[in-house]
């Protein structure tokens, strides 16, 4: 039996144990054979000592990630717990650096393997495809990207932009004018700007055009230029609409093109035009594409699952087909 007992200055114990120790939760249920019990800022660990250093090792790794990252999130101690990709890439990059800081002074950074590599490829050229599942960050890492990039005075303005594809329902029905109509299907990157920016600002931005979101029909015949673009869900472009927003571009832009291909809602006699871009633009020098996977995801961690679950189902369906 042994008994190891740990402190941590500067730590507020909530932050590292969760409320109601909901955190320290997910370690006592991975490890059901040790006692974990916390007082304050210090906790003690009794059990066997190979299973004791195992906890001791897990809690100081959520220590350390909670003073680099300035947050522990529950995803984050589960992937800890179980060992996943996430906490290594966390701990083991340790120049990944803030990309911009949001509301309230929020620090928002890389936090995944491929978000990093987008970071890393919008710096070195001015068109990136991030492509990959719901969940991984893809949009949300891009607006921060154009955040800064505005910020530092680098463009003059963001574009964030996505077709209207209706899925289900017809525009002419929903209520309101061509705005209210189109809105729904632009809420997911306001959903991102609201992270970035307080809300009278984000206002005075969208209302002086400095920040403009619109559907992609509204790009034809325009030269987007001195400014940051992002096309996201652009998996339901078909191949003259993604065309069309390419040859906007001007000489000083840089363009973020998101998308998810396994979730495509044109109609079944269409084909998605980002297959096509992604094999005829591959190889052209300034062009990158990122490829994130299930390792990337940083929504509830069922999320991960529910992708995984999908691709195998889809994999098992497509050898039956052959």
Not at 37 to 65: F, P, W, Y
Not at 195 to 203: G, N, R
Not at 210 to 228: H, Q, S
């Amino acid at each position: 039996m042994s008994q190891i007992v740990l402190t941590f200055d500067g730590i507020d114990p909530i932050e590292l144990f969760g409320q109601r120790e909901n955190k320290l939760n997910l370690v006592r249920q991975a490890f059901p054979d040790v006692l974990i019990t916390s007082r304050g800022n210090a906790i003690k660990i009794s059990g066997e000592k190979k299973m004791a250093q195992q906890v001791k090792s897990k809690i100081e790794m959520m220590a350390r990630l909670l003073r680099k990252q300035e947050q522990l999130t529950l995803p984050m101690v589960v992937d800890l717990v179980n060992g996943g990709e996430l906490y290594k890439f966390q701990m083991n990059n340790t120049h990944i650096g803030t990309i911009v800081h949001g509301q309230h002074g929020k620090a928002i950074k890389a936090r995944t393997r491929n978000q990093k590599r987008l970071v890393e490829a919008v710096q070195l050229g001015d068109i990136v495809f991030a492509i990959g599942p719901a969940g991984t960050g893809k949009t949300y890492t891009a607006v921060a990207l154009a955040t800064a990039a505005l910020k530092n005075r680098q463009v003059k303005k963001i574009i964030l932009t996505r077709p209207a594809v209706e899925a289900g329902e017809s525009l002419g029905f929903l209520p309101g004018d061509l705005q209210e109509k189109v809105d729904p299907y632009l809420r997911p990157l306001y959903d991102a700007l609201d992270d970035m920016f307080p809300k009278e600002k984000l206002q005075h931005l969208i209302q002086s055009r400095t920040i403009e979101v619109a559907p992609l029909a509204f790009m034809r015949g325009r030269t987007l230029d001195n400014a940051f673009i992002i096309l996201d869900e652009a998996q339901n472009c078909t191949t003259t609409q993604l065309k069309m927003f390419l040859t906007r571009l001007g000489p000083s832009a840089k363009c973020i093109i998101t998308g998810d291909l396994s979730q495509i809602d044109l109609p079944r006699n269409q084909r998605s035009g980002l297959f096509k871009a992604l094999d005829i633009l591959k190889g052209i020098r300034g062009i990158h594409t990122i490829r994130f996977n299930s390792d990337d995801v940083v929504r509830h961690t069922l999320v991960k699952s529910i992708i995984m679950a999908y691709d195998e189902a889809r994999v098992d369906r497509q050898q039956e087909e052959e």
